[in-house]
């Protein structure tokens, strides 16, 4: 069963905040649900959603199911298709900051086929809120 407590988001803390530093990020960190690292991007240097939006609509305005993309305000990054949908700096600040949030004692032991699902914890990567959009400062 997954969880994050007080105590080990303290000790994730000092290597994230590095990370946000290093690319000009500003960001909290938060734990939901007793089992989640939240990890909410308020600003920075990086147009995260701009990078998003540029690779979603490179063959086009719509996605592989016709849908028309939006460019949105704010978004959760998808932890599992980091690579697929980001490029350059943007996908290497990712990939740093969700190894950051994982930790040394992070594991997964998930089974899906028997529906087991056993690990550290889960994480969350949210780019603005739906209150307060990103604020993109290049």
Known sequence: MAYMSQEHKKELAPTIKSVLSKYGMKGTIGIKHHSTLVI???????????????KATEHGETNRYGDKVV???????????????????????????????????????????????HRSHYIDIHVGKWDRPYVYEG
């Open 40 to 54: 909410n991007i308020k600003s920075g240097k990086l147009d995260i959603i701009g990078n998003w939006y540029n």
């Open 71 to 117: 460019k949105p305000e704010y978004m959760q990054v998808n932890e599992y298709w980091i690579d697929e949908n980001y490029t350059g700096e943007v996908k290497d600040f990712l990939n740093e900051l969700h190894e950051a949030a994982k930790g040394p004692n992070f594991f997964n032991n998930d089974d899906i086929q028997t529906d087991y699902f």
